[in-house]
């Protein structure tokens, strides 16, 4: 069953330092989400794209977040420099774009930072 | 205002017997789409079951139901015959098809749910 690739697993860091995640979504998937999720609490959207083309980041801390999809497969999110309030799953998630069905959305399984 | 509720933060419930999950949505768009995903302690998004608004029979998924209540925005998930394993948080999200929506999907705050044995 194809799957949506996410690394690393866990990253731990220390705040101020600059830190990366990857995504590869499931191939055919044009659409890719990142979310981040904070313990205890639901996922929230932090960028939106179709293809290479960012459709939303309204959520995006552009002041230290970057996000790029740059040959509009894989993805990666970084945040530079982190911050304490950082700590939270980064979820990546991607979608078919065509048809008119569900087209769930597939979750890899998370990249957890903890920022000291 | 919240786009999508779940006023259960937490249940417990006897192994074998059914569990309903509420959730409640805001939308004024007339297509949209209902999920319900589960997050084991592992960290990882399960989907389980799916709703549109135009269907008008209510989703079955094995022993996951979906309870939609189009007049009232709600579509509670109902687990039958629960076993350890759906031990989890379980999250209620709506995805909105207008076009300033763009097709993301919106989550609740969870429903932890811990299945005695």
Known sequence: ?116 | AQKITQTQPGMFVQEKEAVTLDCTYDTSDQSYGLFWYKQPSSGEMIFLIYQGSYDEQNATEGRYSLNFQKARKSANLVISASQLGDSAMYFCAMRERGEAAGNKLTFGGGTRVLVKP
């Open chain 1, 1 to 116: 069953e194809a799957e949506v690739a996410q690394s690393p697993r866990y990253k731990i860091t220390e705040k101020s330092q600059a830190v990366a995640f990857w995504c590869d979504p499931i191939s055919g998937h044009a659409t890719l989400y990142w979310y981040r999720q904070i313990l205890g609490q639901g996922p929230e959207l932090l960028v939106q794209f179709q293809d290479e083309s960012v459709v939303d980041d309204s959520q995006l801390p552009k002041d230290r977040f970057s996000a790029e999809r740059l040959k509009g497969v894989d993805s990666t999110l970084k945040i530079q420099p982190a911050e304490l309030g950082d700590s939270a799953m980064y979820l990546c998630a991607s979608r078919y774009s065509g048809g008119s069905g569900a087209n769930v959305l597939t979750f890899g399984a998370g990249s957890r930072l903890t920022v000291l």
